[in-house]
């Protein structure tokens, strides 16, 4: 989304394109459906960041931190983003 591309793109992105890639979109990943394996990050927005790239240039773009995540329907212990420089 920093590079301009809108929410839909990123979530597809995200989501069932990888899990055509990698050759399981069959079996259910990569989309929310009954009888899907129910692998679920919930993320949101908390604030801007200052994100640089390889090459040292840097963009102020929008971070998103998961709240909840499940794997195959159980909610997993996660640990917050301590920043960059941690």
Known sequence: MAL???????????T??????????????????????????VVEEVSDQLMPDAAGNSIVAPRYEPTTVLSKG??????PWRGLNQ
């Not at 899990?19 to 990050?41: F, H, Q």
């Not at 159980?74 to 640990?79: A, G, K, L, P, Q």
């Open 74 to 79: 159980e909610n997993i212990s996660i640990t």
């Open 4 to 14: 301009g591309a809108d929410l839909t793109d990123v979530i597809e992105r995200a």
């Open 16 to 41: 069932i394109v990888p899990a055509k890639l990698l050759g399981i979109a069959d079996e259910g990943y990569g989309t929310l459906a009954v009888g899907s394996p129910a692998n679920v990050t």
